[in-house]
Nanobody, 119 residues
Framework: QVQLVESGGGLVQAGGSLRLSCAASGDTFSRYVMGWFRQAPGKEREFVSSIWWSGRTSFGADSVKGRFTISRDNAKSTVYLQMNSLKPEDTAVYYC????????????WGQGTQVTVSS
């Protein structure tokens, strides 16, 4: 199984940028589709984006399209979420997750990293 550790969260002003990283270890990185989720206070967890080994991507909420970019460095077993033009409504705990290619459920989760966007 894979272990995931996120980093890169913090406090940023509206309009700013942050890059989240998620380092994977413990298993073959290529076996997994990597995803980012977020959960704001009082709200359900929301799917943000995912990326396959090949680089194919998908996005969840329309609100992040054009502002967030997911990428992965397979040599470093790391997935990134570049977040630009941040808005206060992007404030949330961001989680990295992994699922087996072909699987339906994300089985492995990181501990989360807080992103706070001030207005």
């Amino acid at each position: 199984q894979v272990q995931l550790v996120e980093s890169g969260g913090g406090l940023v002003q509206a309009g700013g940028s942050l890059r989240l990283s998620c380092a994977a270890s413990g298993d073959t990185f290529s076996r997994y589709v990597m995803g980012w989720f977020r959960q704001a206070p009082g709200k359900e967890r929301e799917f943000v984006s995912s990326i396959w080994w090949s680089g194919r991507t998908s996005f969840g909420a329309d609100s992040v399209k054009g502002r967030f970019t997911i990428s992965r460095d397979n040599a470093k077993s790391t997935v990134y979420l570049q977040m630009n033009s941040l808005k206060p409504e992007d404030t949330a705990v961001y989680y990295c997750a992994a699922r087996y290619t072909g699987g339906l459920k994300y089985d492995y989760w990181g501990q989360g990293t807080q992103v706070t966007v001030s207005s």
